[in-house]
Structure formats: C-alpha cells, structure tokens
C-alpha cells in the first residue's frame, strides 16, 4: 500500500550535477524520516543523506558540501541535489522512508532504486 519511486539518476561526466527525486504514495499518514543510501559495485549499502520531520540533515563525509538534501512535504517527496559528482559517486541509490500509514502502523519503507554513473 506505500510506494517509494526514485527518479533522476542518469549518467553524468564528473563535475556535473543531477538532481534525484523520490515519490512517496500510497496510505501515509506522516513521514518521521527520509534518507538517501547509495550501494556501488562490490560495496556495503551506505547512508548518503538523511532529513528529519525537523529539516534537520546529516550527511556522509565525502560527499558534505558537493549534495544537498531536502523535501516537500505537500508533495510527500524528497530531493537529493548532487553537485561536483565524482567517478565514486557512481552506485544505485535508494530513497528511504520511516512513516506512519493511515492504519497506525510504523515502517521503514525502499524505493527500487535509480543508477547514478559518473564517467567521462
């Protein structure tokens, strides 16, 4: 009944940017939390980005001040602005969200993730 759909990944020579967008739907009631985790070929998933019901954001190391995450809560989606990419930015990302659905129920839901290849 809740759908995550990731959007905006695509291939990008390094120094560009792109910008990803993930979708929530379904029967929602509130969303605490959302974040961006990032699995590149032959690595552990890992946390990019995270942004609270607050607006408070948290980010990994290697990619603060390059990434930019934030939301529309109108819109139940959150946006990941990725600026100055690296060739080890490249990796399948994945939008996540804690939320509360209509039934009372609490949950961690995953999107089916976008490819993000940066090369030259």
């Known amino acids: 009944q809740v759908r995550l759909v990731e959007s905006g990944g695509g291939l990008v020579q390094p120094g560009g940017s792109l910008r990803l967008s993930c979708a929530a739907s379904g029967s929602i009631f509130s969303i605490n939390a959302m974040g961006w985790y990032r699995q590149a070929p032959g690595k552990e998933r890992e946390l990019v980005a995270t942004?609270?019901?607050?607006?408070?954001?948290n980010y990994v190391d290697s990619v603060k001040g390059r990434f930019t995450i934030s939301r529309d809560n109108a819109k139940n989606t959150v946006y990941l602005q990725m600026n100055s990419l690296k060739p080890e930015d490249t990796a399948i990302y994945y939008c996540?969200?804690?939320?509360?659905?209509?039934?009372?129920?609490?949950?961690?839901?995953w999107g089916q993730g976008t490819q993000v290849t940066v090369s030259s």
């Open positions: 996540d969200a804690n939320l509360v659905t209509n039934s009372g129920a609490t949950g961690r839901y």
């Open positions: 942004i609270t019901s607050g607006a408070y954001t």
